[in-house]
């Protein structure tokens, strides 16, 4: 069944301000690391041990799409705990991420994100990919941050629009100055040490693939990658956040830079940089 033609024109930032308001509320009912760390039992349909927070994020913003959807707008979700849920349309497709770095969240630690994007399938028969993202919103709950993005209409941070981004740097050599890097398990690592080492002076690994990927949108970083495949529902927002900002976006295992399908499959390393040159560079990494 088609959406109706109110589905992108529905209210998602305010939907998803609610929901960040309402998971800031979920946080201060779990403030240590012990209440966190409690798990549900079950696992989630992206195939991790599903958490008590995470349970309770997730409700909090389907709350938001059920009220979206009582006024009018249909949709489909694609989210980390529930999987893919039927709002009465398969050309909108909304990623959800309740809590992107959701280690970080039980460890105590300050950078987590809620992660959401709506896509459309501008009216064909394929599946919507990165390339069909309209809105993406990522809250960092660290600093308080709020990262939004509209297709075709440019970036902003905190209500500010991200105009004129500064250049990416680099040293003498030639090398980029500092990147983010996340799927940084040491056996991912390892491999990849003497091409980063040639190609890139500092790294920093925040923990969610959402945040890292922000960094780049007003160059406080000079490039992103992950080292393993992404999945959607972490990357969905933070990819449309920083293209809107002119950078450039590779998922390096599809022949269109922007192929990645919006499923909950980990398909593909995410690669993210101002200039072609430094995409270039980050790509051998992963390749």
């Not at 997730?58 to 999987?83: I, K, M, P």
């Not at 009465?88 to 809590?99: F, S, Y």
């Not at 308080?144 to 905190?158: P, Y």
């Not at 293209?243 to 499959?265: H, K, N, Q, S, W």
């Amino acid at each position: 069944m088609p959406s109706t033609p109110t589905a992108l024109g529905a209210d998602w930032l305010g939907a998803c301000r609610a929901a960040a308001r309402g998971l800031s509320e979920v946080l201060a009912e779990h403030p240590t690391s012990r209440e966190r760390v409690i798990e549900t039992g079950t696992r989630g349909e992206g195939g991790d041990r599903t958490l008590v927070i995470d349970q309770q994020a997730e409700d909090v913003v389907f709350a938001q799409l059920d009220a979206l959807h009582a006024a009018g707008a249909r949709f489909t979700a694609v989210s980390e705990e529930r999987g893919v849920v039927d709002y009465g349309a398969d050309d909108v497709r909304v990623l959800i991420d309740p809590i992107d770095g959701s280690l970080n969240a039980k460890r105590g630690m300050s950078h987590f994100a809620l992660s959401i994007a709506v896509a459309d399938a501008h009216g064909c028969a394929a599946d919507p990919t990165m390339a069909d993202v309209a809105f993406g919103f990522v809250f960092d709950f660290g600093p308080g941050e709020e990262w939004t993005a509209r297709r075709g209409e440019g970036a902003w941070l905190n209500g500010r629009r991200i105009d004129a981004p500064p250049p990416e740097r680099r040293l003498d050599d030639g090398r980029l100055e500092m990147i983010a890097i996340e799927s940084s398990a040491p056996r991912w690592m390892a491999p990849a040490m003497d091409d980063l080492t040639a190609n890139v002076y500092r790294v920093r690994a925040i923990g969610s693939i959402a945040i890292s990927l922000c960094q780049l949108a007003p160059t406080r970083v000079d490039g992103m990658l992950t080292l393993w495949r992404t999945r959607a529902v972490d990357v969905a927002a933070a990819q449309l956040i920083v293209r809107e900002t002119g950078a450039l976006v590779d998922f390096t295992a599809f022949d269109e830079p922007l192929g990645a399908p919006l499923d909950l499959e980990p398909h593909s390393p995410v690669v993210a940089a101002r200039t072609p040159e430094a995409l270039a560079q980050l790509r051998c990494i992963v390749a």
